[in-house]
T-cell receptor, first 108, second 115 residues
Framework: RKEVEQDPGPFNVPEGATVAFNCTYSNSASQSFFWYRQDCRKEPKLLMSVYSSGNEDGRFTAQLNRASQYISLLIRDSKLSDSATYLC?????????FGTGTSLTVIP | DTEVTQTPKHLVMGMTNKKSLKCEQHMGHRAMYWYKQKAKKPPELMFVYSYEKLSINESVPSRFSPECPNSSLLNLHLHALQPEDSALYLCASSQASSGITGELFFGEGSRLTVL
């Protein structure tokens, strides 16, 4: 069983749409959770950490459900510049487990 | 700009060559990582150094040899690679402490082509 399972995608959405990604994780001891964004041929960059109480950064909202062991990312009012691959990352300690990534394309 | 610096950005090598990838960070992080990433795949963990000691080796072939000369530097020595080793090699660092771990900071990567 994989440590982290992520929506396969790809997601193709029009500008202005709301899109949501989910990840489930298998290790209940996981302590830290993140969403990373990766543009084509670039390194992954932190989009946001995910906190137990949920957190919002502008158009982005991340949520954590420890009981069901999943994390989610909601993007509102999608922009063309949001087109990228989104990776969920889970860590039970000093080893980071990546989801397979979900490709998002925002269409004009 | 990334605070993790990798060199070279691009490397082309033959199967008999010996080369090294270098990584440097000055954030005081005590955990450093090598990842390998193929196209349209997530980063795949290769090695983890914690407090300058190798703590994780994900069954990586011996043609890849990591080295951590000090807390700021991480090298990956390459020898007798195969064409299928062509990939983006990403270095990353994080705070290393018991309990909660901070985020991963990635370098821009070294794009390796093995001919």
């Amino acid at each position: 069983r994989k440590e982290v399972e992520q929506d396969p995608g790809p997601f193709n959405v029009p500008e202005g749409a709301t899109v949501a990604f989910n990840c489930t994780y298998s290790n209940s001891a996981s302590q830290s959770f993140f969403w990373y964004r990766q543009d084509c041929r670039k390194e992954p960059k932190l989009l946001m950490s995910v906190y137990s109480s949920g957190n919002e950064d502008g158009r982005f909202t991340a949520q954590l459900n420890r009981a069901s062991q999943y994390i989610s990312l909601l993007i509102r009012d999608s922009k063309l510049s949001d087109s990228a691959t989104y990776l969920c990352v889970v860590t039970p300690g000093n080893q980071f487990y990546f989801g397979t990534g979900t490709s998002l394309t925002v269409i004009p | 700009d990334t605070e993790v610096t990798q060199t070279p950005k691009h490397l082309v090598m033959g199967m008999t060559n010996k080369k090294s990838l270098k990584c440097e960070q000055h954030m005081g992080h005590r955990a450093m990582y090598w990842y390998k990433q193929k196209a349209k795949k997530p980063p795949e963990l290769m090695f983890v150094y914690s407090y300058e000691k190798l703590s994780i080796n994900e069954s990586v072939p011996s043609r890849f040899s990591p080295e951590c000369p000090n807390s700021s530097l991480l090298n990956l020595h390459l020898h007798a690679l195969q064409p299928e080793d062509s990939a983006l090699y990403l270095c990353a660092s994080s705070q290393a402490s018991s309990g909660i771990t901070g985020e991963l900071f990635f370098g821009e990567g070294s794009r390796l082509t093995v001919l």
